[in-house]
């Protein structure tokens, strides 16, 4: 512990293969949790109806084995390394030869670069425990998001409290006041806007996910950051929906999921957002 304090190489690269095992794991969390979802959606729908329950196989994020989609070929352990394995089976289920999801490499290397940012950005402390955490959570919620436009509670509550928790034992640099204060004007700053844009339209605008996405990221930047989040969402935002239209992916009409632009934008500012404010004031020079 002592030589990755002093050694901030050796912190990044340890964090960086901390997060393609983590990434290996945050593609389980974003294949089964809408399932769950829905599992656990018709288990109710049935209480509500007063229908006889359904024997249905256990299904979480460790049960059952993750295994091949068209022949049913349980993963092995040295099948399961992060990029490595996709690799060297050359993208391809070893029995049947099926494709296996660029998406997944693709996955684990994007949590170990963040893991890396994260590591080089705030050093060795609790407070990079804390941002790790948020960093792969926030991934998560992006790519669900982006998949079925869902944002789980399972993922989004446990955000919100892990940042008013770091709050209040001093990790955070927010204090606990702003923090409460960001968590509560992040959540009603979107539900007004989505209740303004009901009424003035009939349509809804954005999901309630969205406003616990926003309040969990007021916790963990404080009141004053919210302004530059919902800015730079709205610029992330627009610049990949003119891409995607500009390819043909999106229709101009279709709706597109905003938590992604709030994850991405969110994290930026738990990064460099002081760093952003602070070049944005020295432009103008409002110093």
Not at 99 to 123: D, N, Q
Not at 172 to 189: E, I, K, N, Q, W
Not at 274 to 285: A, K, W
Request: glycine share 10%.
């Amino acid at each position: 512990m002592e030589y990755l304090a002093a050694s901030p190489v050796a912190l990044i690269v340890v964090c960086a293969l901390f997060g393609l095992l983590v990434g290996s794991f945050l593609n389980v969390v974003i294949h089964r949790m809408p399932r769950m979802m829905e599992a656990g959606w018709r288990r109710e729908a049935r209480e509500l109806l007063e229908q006889p329950a359904e024997d249905e196989p256990v299904f979480n994020l460790v049960v059952p084995r993750s295994r091949c989609p068209d022949c049913g070929h349980g993963i092995r352990w040295y099948e399961n390394i992060p990029v490595v394995s996709w690799l060297a089976l050359k993208g391809r289920c070893s029995r049947c030869g099926t494709a296996i999801s660029k998406r997944y490499p693709i996955i684990e290397l994007i949590t170990a670069v963040v893991a890396a940012l994260c590591a080089w950005r705030f050093g060795y402390g609790p407070w990079l425990l804390f941002t790790l955490g948020a960093s792969f959570t926030l991934l998560a919620l992006a790519v669900i998001d982006l998949d079925t436009t869902l944002l789980p509670d399972d993922l989004t509550y446990p955000l919100l409290w892990a940042g008013l928790l770091a709050a209040l034992l001093g990790v955070s640099p927010v204090a606990l006041p702003d923090a409460v204060v960001g968590a509560m004007a992040g959540y009603l700053s979107l539900w007004s806007l989505y209740w303004v844009f009901k009424l003035l339209t009939g349509k809804e605008g954005m999901g309630y996910g969205d406003f616990k996405l926003l309040a969990a990221l007021g916790a963990w930047l404080g009141w004053q950051f919210l302004p530059l989040v919902i800015l730079l969402s709205s610029v992330v935002g627009l610049v990949f929906a003119l891409s995607m239209m500009a390819t043909g992916s999106v229709k101009r009409d279709q709706g597109i999921p905003f938590g992604p632009y709030l994850a991405i934008a969110g994290w930026i500012a738990l990064l460099w957002g002081e760093r952003i404010v602070s070049s944005y004031l020295g432009l103008f020079n409002l110093t």
